[in-house]
């Protein structure tokens, strides 16, 4: 699937977006957050940073379909916050924050062990 978009021309593929979101109206919502390039951040229905949009999936309730143009941990809390019968979908599933990739597990690990005193 991935080939195909990545094939086709920019605004086939702005179309083709724009066309499903027609077709899906009342049934979707596009949460996006702000640091979102211009060709999917022209497609949302909800802007803010990752925290306000997982607060905003929560109180959404109505989409069937949550579109989370953002970070794979927060579309998590999006997803644990929404109603049952919600999606909450992730367009790339290794979306990440280069925050929270910093510190390795040894590294939080010695620190909890420096906090709790057992260095």
């Known amino acids: 699937m991935h080939k195909v978009y990545r094939s086709n021309r920019d605004n086939e593929v702005i179309e ?4 499903r979101k027609d077709e899906l109206a009342g049934r979707i919502a596009v949460l996006c957050h702000h640091y979102q390039d211009d060709r999917v951040y022209q497609f ?21 379909y949550l579109i989370f143009c953002g ?18 979908l992730l367009p790339d599933l290794e979306a990440g924050c280069p925050m929270a990739d910093m510190a390795s597990i040894p590294e939080v690990e010695k620190a909890w062990e420096e906090l709790l005193g057992l260095d």
């Open 16 to 19: 083709g977006i724009r066309e």
């Open 44 to 64: 949302a229905d909800l802007a803010g940073d990752s925290l306000k949009l997982a607060r905003q999936a929560a109180l959404s309730g109505k989409e069937e």
């Open 71 to 88: 970070v794979h941990f927060m579309a998590e809390s999006a997803d644990i916050l929404t109603e049952s019968d919600q999606k909450v």
